[in-house]
């Protein structure tokens, strides 16, 4: 089993985060990453160190890993890669990848509570361009080097990407990806503008990147990527989902939500308290599958009722099925006693 929070690298070199999760406060979220890494296998030798150096791009490949596991897959380490190899109960093969901060840019991670987006198509404009630079570099790495392993030859591929682009980056929801993948454009500003009654929405081919350039979406609209089965998706794989599954009922915390409303364009909000709030491993994930792909994505791999599905219907187009309590959003306050040097973004988490 794995020792990653044996520090391996010297102070100055680890992660914020990590060196938070290193707190004797914190072992109970240790002990949740520790249940995700149960059963990997770092192939390569380094990984301990990628976690405790970089930290993202590692934690999320240990909840893509969790997640996996939990949808019943049985994992094979034989091979050096792509990341994960899934032999049942149907075979397919799995890169995971986070789309980071452009250069120059904040990381996901710092001080103080996260600070709330003013204008939201600039928001979701950056997350789109993020999500899109991710997918094209795993799309090129598959046609240039995995496609011609045996062991993923006549497999479907699979992408697991998540947002850690910049603070705040788990705002983002599913909006980015389903314009960078299937062209999809939900207007919020101009749906508060209008108080429409429904969210105005509208296909969009790009997104401009700077003055005199743009950048293609819709990724999934074409055979452009047929070779990319499903993209695997979760902007609430964060710091926010290892406390909701931390065993810590003595901690101080309120848990604010939001699900689906049949009724309104308006989610239903609510609040909970520790001890009072549950959340799956599984809430917030989201599979979109391409309905171009050589060699598709069974339908019911990952089906759960915690899990939300672009799905393929009549004429390639794509339908989200959503569960009735599915997890869009969720935000945490922690209180933490005067001087406890674990506290993360002051005491608001995502």
Known sequence: MLDLFVPVVPDERQHPIFRMLLQPSNAPERAVIDAWASGFVDRCGKFTKEFQTTFESSFWELYVHAALRASGAQIDFSHASPDFVVSTPTSFVVEATIAGPAQGQPPAFG?????VP?????FNRQAILRLCNSLSAKSTRFLSYYAGLPHVKDKPFVIALAPFDRPSAHLASHRALNA??????????????????????YDISSVSKHAGASVPVG??????????SAVVYSALATW????ALADAPERHTAYQTLHPNPTSIVPRYRVSQQGAYREHLLDGLYVAHNPYADYPLPLATFDSAHVARF?????????????????????????????DASTHRGQRDG
């Open 219 to 228: 990724l999934f609209t074409s055979t452009a990527y047929r070779h990319v």
């Open 240 to 243: 926010g989902k290892v406390r």
């Open 180 to 201: 960078a993948l299937y062209g999809v454009y939900d207007d919020e500003e101009a749906t508060l503008r209008e108080r429409s009654a429904e969210i105005l929405r």
């Open 118 to 122: 003013t204008d939201l198509n600039e």
């Open 311 to 339: 799905v393929p219907i009549a004429g390639r187009a794509v339908e989200l099925h959503m569960p009735a309590d599915f997890l869009l959003w969720r935000q945490l306050w922690t209180l933490q006693p005067q001087g």
């Open 111 to 115: 001080p103080g509570p996260p600070v």
